[in-house]
């Protein structure tokens, strides 16, 4: 079975930190996904990466970087976390086109 | 632009049959998917078509008309445990057909 990883299931965190959420993936998959997770607007891409180093932007990357050092494993990174950034944060991962995305179990991320 | 619509949420009873629909205009196509998501779960994979036509899996259909831009999911001898969201979303064709996009989510519950 495939499995996706996200390194905290829940997180509080101060205005201003810099905050890193990370994700691991066993099955070599090429590309993986970061979304935010919000009630009435679903799931909205921030970052996705089709290969390691390369990286493309979402549709809400403002105020996010991501880092994909090794194809196993997809960071996001808040520069400097806000308040509008609380949320549930899904990270993914699939082989190809045509193929479903596997998701990990969520980090909710409290910003105070 | 790119929009998919669902219902946001529908009730059904126990042993009944329920269709959720998705309507989708996005800048290309390959493929539609739905996916399950339970209280503070993750998403998981329910069925994925490409083709015009129905795809059946069980208790769970899903069929897509392509020169409509509709896909239903049907659901068949309700169960308490099917009370969850279902997130409707299609493969575009830009980023090198890799970007997943998601509509709201219907929110189904089961009423015994």
């Known amino acids: 079975d495939v499995k996706v990883t996200q390194s905290s299931r829940y997180l509080v965190k101060r205005t201003g930190e810099k905050v890193f959420l990370e994700c691991v993936q066993d099955?070599?998959?090429?590309?993986m996904f970061w979304y935010r997770q919000d009630p009435g607007l679903g799931l909205r891409l921030i970052y996705f990466?089709?290969?390691?180093?390369?990286?493309e932007k979402g549709d809400i990357p403002e105020g996010y970087s991501v880092s994909r050092e090794k194809k196993e494993r997809f960071s996001l990174i808040l520069e400097s976390a806000s308040t509008n950034q609380t949320s549930m944060y899904l990270c993914?991962?699939?082989?190809?086109?045509?193929?479903?995305?596997?998701f990990g179990q969520g980090t909710r991320l409290t910003v105070v | 632009g790119q929009n998919i619509d669902q219902p946001t949420e529908m009730t059904a009873t126990e042993g009944a049959i329920v269709q959720i629909n998705c309507t989708y205009q996005?800048?290309?196509?390959?493929?539609l998917f739905w996916y399950q998501q339970h209280a503070g779960e993750a998403p998981t994979f329910l069925s994925y078509?490409?083709?015009?036509g129905l795809e059946e899996k069980g208790r769970f259909s899903s069929f897509l008309s392509r020169s409509k831009g509709y896909s239903y999911l049907l659901l068949k001898e309700l169960q308490m445990k099917d009370s969850a969201s279902y997130l409707c979303?299609?493969?575009?064709?830009?980023?090198?057909?890799?970007?997943?996009?998601f509509g709201p989510g219907t929110r189904l519950s089961v009423l015994p």
């Open positions: 990466s089709y290969d390691v180093k390369m990286k």
């Open positions: 099955m070599d998959h090429e590309n």
């Open positions: 078509n490409v083709l015009d």
């Open positions: 996005t800048s290309g196509f390959n493929g």
């Open positions: 993914a991962s699939s082989i190809q086109p045509n193929t479903e995305a596997f």
């Open positions: 979303a299609v493969r575009d064709t830009d980023n090198y057909g890799q970007n997943f996009v």
